[in-house]
């Protein structure tokens, strides 16, 4: 597995909600019950929270996000270039990418309803079209955007998105390439969707706001003068397709 770290615009953070109301921290109660009846669906299938896994040995710890490595990965975080923090990480696998961003979440409701539709509107602001589809994860949207050079309009660019509710945090993945329009080639793709493990923590968060993500200790300090450390990917620019919504 390689890892690397890229470049990323601001255009990857999540549309801001108009009014946002501080989550005051882990729910109890009636409420906890509430959020775990409703995440059932997720439960049986991934991805998992951090309260759900037994260790968090073999997993690569990336702070908001732990990954289980597989053979052929390369991973990239996604940098925010007026701010130097790391907003995204992006896997690539067999010629296409999933992308994944983790946010906070209210306790008693989740928030792919609504950003679903967000997205939607965002793209079709951009000349492009999107279709709501039954996924593996629940419902899903897939994208198409005119794709431009400079010789004139090339076809379109697709991206398929995915969102899971979980307890107290959204998770949101970006499939970029070949399988975001074909179905077999996403399946490595969704399995590594299914095995991640957010870590929300307990610090109190407006929703939406973006989790945490960083480094792993090791990497960033063999990389601290701009030289990868020995078997990471060089840095480079994360995909176009992650600016969609």
Do not use: H
């Not at 968090?56 to 925010?80: C, F, H, M, N, T």
């Not at 609504?114 to 994860?137: H, L």
């Not at 090339?154 to 307890?167: L, T």
């Not at 706001?209 to 450390?229: F, I, S, T, W």
């Amino acid at each position: 597995m390689f890892f690397g770290r890229g470049k990323k615009s601001k255009a990857v953070q999540p549309e801001t909600a108009e009014q946002d109301t501080v989550d005051a921290g882990p729910a109890d109660g009636d409420a906890a019950e509430g959020v775990r009846s409703k995440g059932d669906f997720r439960v049986a299938k991934g991805p998992w929270d951090a309260a759900e896994i037994d260790s968090q040995d073999g997993y690569l710890d990336l702070g908001a996000l732990l990954i289980q490595p597989v053979e052929g990965l390369q991973l990239r975080l996604e940098v925010e270039e007026a701010s130097q923090r790391v907003v995204a990480v992006t896997m690539d696998l067999e010629g296409s990418s999933l992308q994944l961003q983790a946010f906070a979440a209210p306790r008693s409701e989740g928030l792919w309803d609504e950003i679903r539709e967000q997205i939607a509107e965002s793209v079709a602001s951009q000349g492009g079209e999107t279709e709501e589809i039954p996924g593996t994860f629940g419902p899903e949207l897939v994208a198409k955007l005119p794709s431009e050079t400079a010789q004139g309009p090339q076809g379109f660019r697709a991206a398929r998105f995915m969102g899971v509710d979980g307890p107290r945090w959204f998770l949101r993945g970006v499939i970029g390439g070949p399988a975001a329009l074909e179905r077999e080639s996403a399946a490595g793709l969704e399995d590594l969707f299914r095995r991640v493990v957010v870590v929300r923590g307990e610090n109190p968060m407006p929703p939406r706001e973006l989790l945490q993500l960083r480094l792993p200790k090791d990497a960033a300090v063999a990389g601290q003068n701009g030289a990868p450390a020995p078997g990471l990917a060089r840095p480079e620019r994360g995909p176009e397709i992650t600016e969609i919504g």
